[in-house]
């Protein structure tokens, strides 16, 4: 098992944890001292560094929102003078206007000494050529991935997105061996692959996918796994937090999470209080290390579980379950919550279904309306209306008890969805208020 920073990477627990403080006494100190946003939410909490004895200390702490983001577009958060700044994103802006974030010298080389750790922890290194399939620019997806890779000395392939034939060529031709890409690309690779008489599996020597951006499913992962022959790790991350940062290791136990540079908090949405082990809360993030653009309690909107055991690649950090949904993105159905991430787990335990779905939802009179279309895999399709409805009527029982909520299926032809090479946008919330 290879480690880049075994130093930090196995550290016990104990020690890692007074390293944490150390970490989050400093950022406390420092903005309290530097960032005028920073001291009056401390005043108001009525707190003060010296108040930070111990990690628990940090629920005395101000919670820092996505509004506060917007509310000092473009850099009135920002804690260093503009010319020690060496780069900006934006936010996607899919929840709203994008936010700007800012980095020094030193922040980019965090960021990718943070995903170096993950892409070795997955067992990759000099000997890889990592094709990068996510969008280069503002999107912080493209050129995350890049640093890092280049960084643990493996060859990138700046792919960016688009044009799905070359990026099968340059696979084919160039040896790559892992490629980043949200699952739903993975996917569709696979798909246009088929139709040009490649299998990802037997003809290519792609054996790792560093997915993430976009919600999924541990039944797309088990599809992309057995289907391509790709190993899917799921990553994560956020422009706000940096760029991608984090990622499982090569026993897929959950994404670790590098204490040194974040504090994790998981919380009960509406108490604030700290969930139990195990149980499912607010994903709750300080980036203690950043310089350019520091995070106290950032209310991230994901929702997660944490895992503080050793994991058994022998790393000490903390490790969080696949994110269930970002509250952003969460659907309410007549009074109930729904992830579309929950309806892409429900939909893929049918074999006869395909990995293509689409979430309609309107309102009719008071109630609303969810209509799923999902696409029938090409040996399922028929004429046979019977056979059709039967599996129909199965699909919506499925998930009806997962959802607790009447949804209504429509199986459609493979092949009639639309693609995406981003992010997928799966929701159709046609709802007027
Ligand atoms: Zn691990």
């Not at 974030?101 to 000099?126: F, M």
């Not at 395909?354 to 309306?369: H, P, S, Y």
């Not at 029938?376 to 997962?402: G, W, Y």
Request: hydrophobic content about 40%; proline content about 5%.
């Amino acid at each position: 098992m290879a480690y880049w920073n075994p130093r930090i990477e196995t550290m016990p627990i104990a020690e890692l944890k007074a390293l944490q403080l150390k970490n989050l006494k400093a950022l406390v100190r420092r903005l309290y001292d530097h960032s005028p946003f920073y001291r009056q939410r401390m005043e108001q909490k009525g707190v003060t560094p010296d108040d930070i004895r111990s990690l628990e200390d940090a629920a005395k702490l101000p919670f820092m929102y996505k509004k506060d983001l917007r509310d000092y577009y473009p850099d009135k958060l920002f804690v260093v003078p503009k010319r020690d700044i060496v780069r900006y994103h934006a936010s996607s802006g899919t929840t709203g206007k994008a936010t700007i974030v800012g980095y020094t010298r030193n922040d980019i080389e965090t960021w990718s000494e943070s995903l170096a750790r993950s892409l070795t922890s997955i067992g990759l290194g000099a000997d890889d050529v990592v094709q990068v399939a996510n969008t280069y620019g503002l999107f912080t997806g493209g050129l995350g991935f890049h640093y890092a890779a280049e960084k643990i000395g493996a060859a990138v392939v700046p792919a960016s997105t688009g044009n799905t034939e070359r990026q099968i060529q340059l696979i084919q031709d160039l040896g790559v061996t892992a490629m980043a890409a949200t699952p739903s690309y993975m996917m569709y690779v696979g798909e246009v692959a088929e139709k040009m008489g490649v299998s990802i599996k037997n003809d290519t020597k792609l054996r790792v996918g560093l997915l993430g951006a976009e919600p999924w499913s541990d039944r797309m992962r088990d599809r992309i796994q057995e289907w391509l022959g790709v190993k899917g790790i799921n990553c994560y991350g956020a422009s706000e937090l940096s760029g991608p940062l984090f990622s499982e290791c090569a026993d897929q136990q959950g994404i670790h999470f590098w204490s040194d540079l974040t504090m994790l908090e998981i919380l009960h949405p509406e108490t604030h209080e700290p969930v139990g082990p195990g149980e499912k809360g607010e994903m709750v993030i300080t980036m203690l290390t950043k310089e350019a653009f520091p995070l106290i309690r950032y209310r991230i909107g994901d929702i997660s579980v944490i895992h503080e055991e050793r994991c058994s690649c022998g790393r000490t950090h903390p490790r969080i379950s696949r994110i269930t949904g970002r509250v952003d993105d969460m659907l309410i159905i007549r009074g109930i919550n729904v992830f579309p991430s929950q309806v892409e787990y429900s939909l893929l335990t049918n074999p006869e279904l395909g990995n293509e779905f689409q979430i309609v939802i309107d309102r009719k009179g008071a109630l609303d309306d969810m209509l799923v279309r999902v696409e029938l895999k090409p040996d399922a399709f028929t004429d046979n209306i019977n056979q059709l409805n039967a599996l129909r009527e199965r699909v919506e029982s499925k998930l009806k008890n997962l959802l607790n909520v009447g949804v209504e299926i429509e199986l459609v032809e493979p092949g009639s969805l639309p693609r995406f090479e981003g992010k997928a946008k799966r929701v159709l919330d046609r709802r007027v208020y």
